[in-house]
């Protein structure tokens, strides 16, 4: 079945940076749009980014543009988030996706979820 685990979750001070990865299993991973989520306390789950089968398509939410890179090896099944220039309001769990098969960039999100990883960044 499907699975997808996160990791690279952490503290950080205000203005550092973090990388997450998400390995895939389960499924072709080549063939499908991946994407990251992220969940703050008392907040509805939120967009973050989304990357396209061969890397070459990405979107991403106003509030991270120009400071989170997504990338993925698809030899390795990894969709990873670089995160620089970390705010205290980036705080939140953050969330792998599987998004549609051969599909573009989306922020909408597909049915399949990572358990999550914690990012708490101190101001």
């Known amino acids: 079945q499907v699975h997808l685990v996160e990791s690279g979750g952490g503290l950080v001070q205000a203005g550092g940076s973090l990388r997450l990865s998400c390995a895939g299993s389960g499924f072709t991973f080549s063939s499908y749009v991946m994407g990251w989520f992220r969940q703050a306390p008392g907040k509805a789950r939120e967009f973050v980014a989304s990357?396209?089968?061969?890397?070459?398509?990405?979107v991403y939410a106003d509030s991270v543009k120009g400071r989170f890179t997504i990338s993925r090896d698809n030899a390795q099944n990894t969709v990873y988030l670089q995160m620089n220039s970390l705010k205290p309001e980036d705080t939140a769990v953050y969330y792998c996706?599987?998004?549609?098969?051969?599909?573009?960039?989306?922020?909408?999100?597909?049915?399949?979820w990572g358990q999550g990883t914690q990012v708490t960044v101190s101001s």
């Open positions: 996706n599987r998004g549609a098969y051969y599909g573009p960039p989306s922020s909408s999100a597909g049915n399949y």
């Open positions: 990357i396209v089968m061969r890397g070459g398509g990405t």
